[in-house]
Nanobody, 125 residues
Framework: QVVLVESGGGSVQAGGSLRLSCTAPGFTSNNCDMDWYRQAAGKQREWVSSIRADGSTNYADSVKGRFTISKDKAKDTVYLQMNSLKPEDTAMYSC???????????????????WGQGTQVTVSS
C-alpha cells in the first residue's frame, strides 16, 4: 500500500526555519507533480506550494519569498524549506501527489491521488 510520509515538523520561534520532507517509502514514482497543503486549527485546508514534473514551482502569496519547494529525484523526495516562519504558519502540513507509484522491483504499480498523514508545524511568537 502506498503511503506518503511527511517529516520535519516541529516547534520553532518566529523567524526560525524548518524543512519538511515527503516521500513514499518502498515505492518509486515517475517524477510526479507534488503539492504541499496546510490546515490550521479551525480553518479550511489551504494550498501552499507545488512542484511539477518539469521542475516548475508555485507558491501561495502568503509564503512566497519565505518557502522553497524542491525535489531530489534520486531520493524520490520532495522538500519544503520554510524560513522566516511566522505564528500564522502554524498548521498541519500535508503533501499530496496524484501519481503512479511502483514497487521498487517495478512489478506492481498503483495509480492514485495520495496524501500524507501530515506533520505539525508550530511557530511561537
Amino acid at each position: 500500500q502506498v503511503v506518503l510520509v511527511e517529516s520535519g515538523g516541529g516547534s520553532v520561534q518566529a523567524g526560525g526555519s524548518l524543512r519538511l520532507s515527503c516521500t513514499a517509502p518502498g515505492f518509486t514514482s515517475n517524477n510526479c507533480d507534488m503539492d504541499w497543503y496546510r490546515q490550521a486549527a479551525g480553518k479550511q485546508r489551504e494550498w501552499v506550494s507545488s512542484i511539477r514534473a518539469d521542475g516548475s514551482t508555485n507558491y501561495a502569496d502568503s509564503v512566497k519569498g519565505r518557502f522553497t519547494i524542491s525535489k531530489d529525484k534520486a531520493k524520490d523526495t520532495v522538500y519544503l524549506q520554510m524560513n522566516s516562519l511566522k505564528p500564522e504558519d502554524t498548521a498541519m502540513y500535508s503533501c499530496n501527489a496524484p501519481c503512479t507509484y511502483c514497487s521498487l522491483s517495478g512489478a506492481y504499480c498503483y495509480p492514485g491521488n495520495y496524501w500524507g498523514q501530515g506533520t505539525q508545524v508550530t511557530v511561537s511568537s
